[in-house]
């Protein structure tokens, strides 16, 4: 069960995040664990996240609404690409 949502959620968020802010890999399946862990918390309760405890996108996301997903990760993306930077 664990792995059938972790791969339908990466579906969902393919094109319509992961893709347009050109996540990296590591990016994109900590996205998809910390949606998977929130969102089915009643079905998978011992959901494990990925690459340890915590992760810079990790408060960008866990704050934001799934419907502003997008300008969350928006948000992650321009923080990170500033940092590259600057």
Not at 2 to 18: D, F, L, P, R
Not at 27 to 52: H, K, N, S, T
């Amino acid at each position: 069960m664990h792995t059938i949502i972790h791969e339908i959620v990466h579906i969902v968020i393919e094109h319509g995040i992961a893709q347009p802010f050109q996540l990296q890999h590591w990016e994109r399946e900590r996205v998809v664990d910390l949606i998977v862990q929130r969102e089915f918390a009643d079905l998978l309760p011992d959901y494990r996240l990925q690459g340890g405890e915590t992760a810079p996108i990790d408060s960008y996301v866990l704050g934001a609404d799934l419907s502003d997903l997008s300008k969350a990760v928006a948000n992650y993306v321009q923080m990170r690409d500033g940092k590259r930077s600057g």
